[in-house]
């Protein structure tokens, strides 16, 4: 008699190996953050720190200290780099903060509607200021170009997405080159640096600036995915705020395509501002759970997630480029 074969849990991504890979090198970057975020005028550090100890993944400077670790650098450049990333990632939560009117974020009351959008959008600069001289100080041109460019491409990105508010006849294409810029772009720039400051050639630099991309597409869909699929003490934000605020994400994009013409219908309304209220709300997640857009969103984040892991392929298999590749697949499983 044979024993039965009892299958193993399947064990889900995680964010661990990254973690515990880049917390020796994170404390570091904290205590630069911390240091730099300071001003003469109080204000100014209340603000910041209102978002920044909120939490968040830090997935952006990890992403530079894992790069880091996977090609060997010994140096500690990257420190001050990260948290120049990091500081233009605060930046334009802030910004976007007051241009959505979003009243959550991180878990806790937006710091627009606690400090005011005057000075939300001021210390936004100021963060964006802070970044420029940590990349001035660390003297490389290269790694301002990058950095400075992302910075533009990312401002070019929210411009974009702005303008296609309530306009239902978004592409996809057109929802992923936004997404590209707004988001993917300081991922991709965020790993590339690590490459620049370890003085690697041009391929290395080349597959970790396409890890960070695809991984950021991938987490943005995913993102947009949540915003339609779990509650707003998972998420950290609220529940429908791409909904009222009539972006037209992939979920929706994907629903308004496969919908009937009384479906459309909802769809043209909702996404031009006339029906938002809560039931309007419950009757989108209906139409988009009718026609699998969430899992869709997801399905297209895989495949952004594995193009992130293929990239890595040409760095030695060790604990960074694992680290890396799981890091990569929990963006995807992630409910949060």
């Known amino acids: 008699m044979s024993a039965e074969v009892v299958p193993l849990p399947r064990k889900e991504p995680s964010l661990a190996p990254i973690l515990s890979l880049t917390a020796t090198a994170m404390n570091a970057v904290n205590t630069v953050i911390l240091d730099r975020m300071q001003s003469e005028i109080p204000l100014i550090p209340a603000l910041a720190g209102h978002l920044i100890s909120g939490g968040g993944k830090r997935m952006r400077p990890m992403l530079t200290l894992a790069g880091a670790d996977l090609v060997g650098y010994q140096g500690t450049r990257h420190h001050k780099l990260a948290a120049a990333v990091e500081f233009i990632h605060t930046a334009t939560l802030l910004h976007d903060d007051v241009v959505d009117g979003s009243e959550?974020?991180?878990?806790?009351?937006?710091?627009?509607?606690?400090?005011?959008?005057?000075?939300?959008?001021?210390?936004?600069?100021?963060?964006?200021?802070?970044?420029?001289?940590?990349?001035?100080?660390?003297?490389?041109?290269?790694?301002?170009?990058?950095?400075?460019?992302?910075?533009?491409?990312?401002?070019?990105?929210?411009?974009?997405?702005?303008?296609?508010?309530?306009?239902?006849?978004?592409?996809?294409?057109?929802?992923?080159?936004?997404?590209?810029?707004?988001?993917?772009?300081?991922?991709?720039?965020?790993?590339?640096?690590?490459?620049?400051?370890?003085?690697?050639?041009?391929?290395?630099?080349?597959?970790?600036?396409?890890?960070?991309?695809?991984?950021?597409?991938?987490?943005?869909?995913?993102?947009?995915?949540?915003?339609?699929?779990?509650?707003?003490?998972?998420?950290?934000?609220?529940?429908?705020?791409?909904?009222?605020?009539?972006?037209?994400?992939?979920?929706?994009?994907?629903?308004?395509?496969?919908?009937?013409?009384?479906?459309?219908?909802?769809?043209?309304?909702?996404?031009?501002?006339?029906?938002?209220?809560?039931?309007?709300?419950?009757?989108?997640?209906?139409?988009?759970?009718?026609?699998?857009?969430v899992n869709a969103t997801r399905e297209r984040a895989r495949h952004f997630a594995e193009r992130a892991v293929d990239a890595l392929s040409i760095f030695p298999d060790g604990k960074a480029r694992a680290a890396m590749t799981e890091a990569a697949r929990f963006a995807v499983s992630r409910g949060y």
């Open 104 to 293: 959550t974020r991180r878990g806790k009351e937006a710091a627009n509607l606690v400090f005011g959008n005057p000075a939300t959008v001021l210390v936004g600069d100021f963060l964006f200021s802070r970044a420029f001289e940590l990349m001035v100080e660390d003297g490389s041109l290269k790694v301002l170009k990058i950095l400075a460019g992302a910075s533009s491409i990312i401002a070019q990105g929210e411009v974009d997405q702005l303008v296609s508010q309530r306009v239902i006849e978004t592409s996809e294409d057109r929802y992923l080159h936004i997404i590209g810029a707004k988001t993917a772009v300081l991922f991709a720039a965020a790993s590339r640096i690590a490459a620049v400051v370890a003085e690697r050639d041009e391929a290395e630099e080349r597959a970790l600036d396409d890890y960070g991309r695809n991984l950021g597409i991938a987490f943005q869909l995913v993102d947009d995915a949540i915003d339609y699929d779990s509650d707003a003490a998972e998420m950290g934000k609220d529940r429908g705020d791409d909904f009222r605020e009539g972006k037209m994400t992939l979920p929706v994009i994907l629903a308004y395509a496969r919908g009937n013409d009384e479906e459309r219908r909802f769809w043209q309304e909702a996404i031009a501002g006339f029906r938002n209220e809560d039931e309007d709300l419950a009757h989108a997640i209906e139409l988009i759970r009718k026609h699998d857009s």
